[in-house]
């Protein structure tokens, strides 16, 4: 009897040992991590072609609209946070670049750049939830990201976010498609009940030498279709290319603005490269609001000192209209000079 006792309290302690064993290998499998990182930026910017002193208006793309001033871009607190199959991010900004960003928000809302909630079901399928960072085009909101400090045109008319939600679903190799729905265009929040929808399509080689990324939203009254493409030519030299057309609907009538944008990247060593963005950008019919076609040229310089980058740069922008504001006896010009030296600092 006592032998029958020893054993069913063996089993039993086995059968526990063995739930243990089990729990502590869900555990594992399932394990948490949470990632921070941060950013600072700052700049000066002077404008040669010397506009009247309360003018801001030739600098027409984001956050670099101002002259002969230091000023500060963003700071940046971003928090990553995964457990199993779900993860959450919270990434918020502060200052007049995130402002600028977020610029149909007010208060808070306004430091949100991105928070969203992300579920990993399958191997091949995501789906995220919230307010996330544009798809579209080759440039992002955060320095320290581009290698170029002032913006494209293309960026900045461009969308900047969305809050909705999307699928990313892979299809095998480096091919893969999204879709999703949104507010409006750039509307954390919004009491219309017109929604955007999103789409991408991407591929690219197996040693990731070429990337090729097909981008669409559309909605009420207007669509924009967008690629970049990505190309490394060698350890030093690599190209980057974003096209892309935004086409509005209105009264029957359809305009549309374009922006055709080459960047050529080459770096001489570890700390230091330069890029150089050849944009042409043509609002002619003003759907943008700029009403001319634009060719503008920037060099970037990109030296990498630790965490720290600075970017010297020196910027044209020419116009075939007299849209850029002059102090002098002639009160525009079709040109527009400029440089800026930016410090850039992620940690």
Known sequence: ?????????????????????QTDTTKKLETSS??????????????????????????????????????????????????????????????????????????????????????????????????????????????????????????????????????????????????????????????????VALAQISTGTKDDHF??????????GFNQFDLVLNATLSDKLSLDYDGTIKTVHENGVSNNWTSNALYINYDINKTVGFTLRNEYFNDKKNVAGVGAAIFATTLSGNIHINNLTLIPEFR????QSAIFSKSSLYNSSKNDNSCLLAAVYKF
């Open 211 to 220: 990337k090729a990324f097909l981008n669409f939203q559309g909605g009420t």
């Open 34 to 195: 949470t990632t921070f990182s941060y950013s600072v930026d700052a700049y000066y910017r002077t404008d040669f072609t010397d506009p009247a002193s309360d003018s801001k208006t030739n600098s027409l793309t984001s956050f670099t609209n101002s002259k002969n001033s230091f000023e500060l871009g963003m700071a940046s607190v971003r928090v990553d946070q995964t457990f199993g199959k779900v993860s959450a991010t919270a990434d918020l900004g502060f200052g007049q670049r995130a402002e600028s960003y977020s610029y149909n928000d007010v208060g808070t809302m306004a430091a949100i750049k991105q928070l969203f909630l992300t579920y990993h079901p399958f191997k091949n399928l995501t789906f995220t939830a919230g307010k996330f960072g544009t798809f579209i085009g080759y440039e992002v909101l955060d320095a320290y990201a581009n290698r170029n400090y002032s913006m494209s045109y293309g960026f900045s008319y461009g969308p900047f976010f969305h809050t909705g939600i999307k699928a990313d679903i892979s299809l095998g190799g480096k091919t893969a498609i999204m879709v999703g729905i949104a507010n409006p265009t750039d509307y954390t929040t919004t009491s219309s009940s017109n929604k």
């Open 1 to 21: 009897m006592l032998k029958k006792i020893c054993q069913l309290t063996a089993i039993s302690f086995a059968a526990v040992t063995s739930i243990e064993a």
């Open 316 to 319: 044209i922008d020419n116009s």
